[in-house]
């Protein structure tokens, strides 16, 4: 049996070895590796044509980019809107508030472990949305974006910083706090992106006061430029109640030969002493469950593993994969009165490619991009810095296990700001045909220097 197992893997290995010469010479490239997430190796070739590029777009983008193999490339390369979805960062930043009704069932929950269960899976559901290939615009700096009309929930998000990007968000209802400073840290590697989120997350329960903080798993791009484009996110994620010092750590299988393991997330929720108390276990595309465990992390006798998160019904057949959620992030029905005019939904090349028009996209993107590098020779003329409106930057600095983050804490401005135009008698219909973006600190600033 050894014998024959030695044989089996030495062939994958082989096999791999070959796929990886075949995808080599059909291309012409070095060092480029296709990697089907159904892992099988016997149409290399074929997978290796798939994906939204044509083959003359993949050579013209390869010859682009491969200068920047090995770098991190969050702000220093223009990318073609072919790429791209019509939605910000800041909007993906919203998708997390999907599933925020698993937040009440935290905060009004007696038991600290089942806490754990309900908001770590919270944490988790926003995968789902993470999974859509599409890339997501890079906020203009001093952009926003504001819901409501959602669970009770006032969300703002600005974009604090623009080298480096940090964007920053502060949600809230009558159950819970959410505050979080993101930042993201890339490596180019050819015809994949690895992803680290330099973030730092805070969530508190209202009821019983309680605060949780997060460390999530990095993420992979596979397949970036040669075959169809996928996500996988191997790693731990670690939630930790600051307040008593219980956990939830969850591993995030990475996708082995023939998709095993792909989407699968197993974990456990500890006490302050390090001993299991509950197992989570499920896909993150699909649902999560939890069971009791004994010290030995084995189900409790007379238990049975229960639901506590399934993923919501998507449209068919939706272009970018939009759940329905993601179309009321970008729908104005989850608009408050008075909308800022920074906000993404006003954004010229977002609801241009939204509308189908890639080329208007493109141009409507390079006239916002010239517009924030113009306010920047204005503020630099006028020896001024950039100042967020609805966040400080604060003197804290945090260490995650990718780097150092400058951290930004939500003013309390916004509020102040939606009570007056929450207030007011008058209604002001905003949409993007009738109201001009303006992110801008020194006023609409020129499209040319």
């Known amino acids: 049996m050894a014998q024959n197992q030695g044989g089996f893997f030495s062939s994958i290995a082989s096999s791999f070895s070959s796929f990886k010469n075949q995808v080599n010479g ?14 099988g190796t016997e149409d290399a070739e074929v997978e290796a044509q798939r994906g939204r590029w044509k083959q003359e777009e993949r050579d013209s983008y390869w010859r ?41 069932l935290a905060d009004e929950c007696e038991d600290p472990y089942m806490r754990l269960v309900y908001t770590a899976s919270w944490f988790i559901s926003v995968y789902y949305a993470l999974q859509r290939t599409w890339k997501p615009f890079n906020p203009i700096l001093g952009e926003t974006y504001e819901m409501v009309n959602h669970c009770g929930i006032t969300f703002i998000a600005e974009q604090v910083s623009h080298h480096p990007p940090i964007s920053a968000a502060h949600a809230e209802n009558e ?3 959410y505050d979080i400073t993101s930042k993201v840290k890339t490596k180019f590697l050819g015809n994949s992106l690895d992803v680290y989120p330099l973030g730092r997350t805070r969530l508190k329960l ?15 791009v596979n397949n970036l430029i040669f075959g169809r484009t996928w996500i996988d996110s191997p790693g731990e994620m670690i939630l930790t109640n600051l307040t008593t010092g219980d956990k939830a750590v969850l591993y995030f299988q990475p996708c082995g030969w023939f998709g095993a393991g792909r989407y699968e997330v197993d974990g456990y929720v500890y006490n302050s002493d390090e001993e299991p108390k509950i197992l989570i276990t499920g896909k993150w595309n699909e649902a999560m469950s939890y069971q009791p465990c004994d010290l ?5 006798p007379n238990t049975e593993l229960k639901e506590v998160w399934r993923v919501a019904e998507s449209p068919a057949d939706d272009k970018f994969q939009y759940t329905h959620f993601a179309h009321k992030v970008n729908s104005f029905t989850t ?10 939904r006003l ?10 028009d890639l080329s208007k996209a493109g141009s409507e993107k390079s006239v916002l991009e ?13 020896g001024q810095e950039f100042v967020p409106k609805w966040f400080d930057q604060t003197d804290q600095i945090t260490t995650t296990p990718w780097g150092e983050l400058e951290i930004y804490e939500y003013n309390g401005k916004y509020a102040e700001h939606r009570a007056a135009a929450d207030s007011s008698a008058s209604v002001e219909e905003v949409n993007v045909g009738t109201t001009e973006f303006n992110p801008w600190q020194f006023g609409n600033v020129a499209e040319t220097s």
């Open 26 to 39: 059909l291309l012409g490239y070095e060092g480029l590796e296709v990697i089907n997430p159904e892992g």
């Open 64 to 104: 682009s980019m491969q200068k920047y193999v090995g770098a991190d490339i969050t702000s220093m390369v223009t990318l073609p809107v072919l790429i791209f979805e019509p939605m910000t960062m800041l909007q993906k930043m919203a998708e997390l508030m999907e599933y925020s009704h698993l937040l009440e």
């Open 175 to 177: 159950h819970f706090v």
């Open 206 to 220: 209202k009821k019983s006061g309680v605060i949780l903080d997060l460390v999530p798993p990095p993420t992979k």
């Open 296 to 300: 030995e992390g084995e189900p409790l």
């Open 335 to 344: 608009a408050p009165k008075k909308l800022l005019p920074s906000d993404s």
């Open 347 to 356: 954004r010229t090349d977002r609801y241009a490619l939204e509308m189908g």
């Open 370 to 382: 010239e517009k924030q590098r113009a306010e920047k020779r204005i503020r630099e003329s006028k």
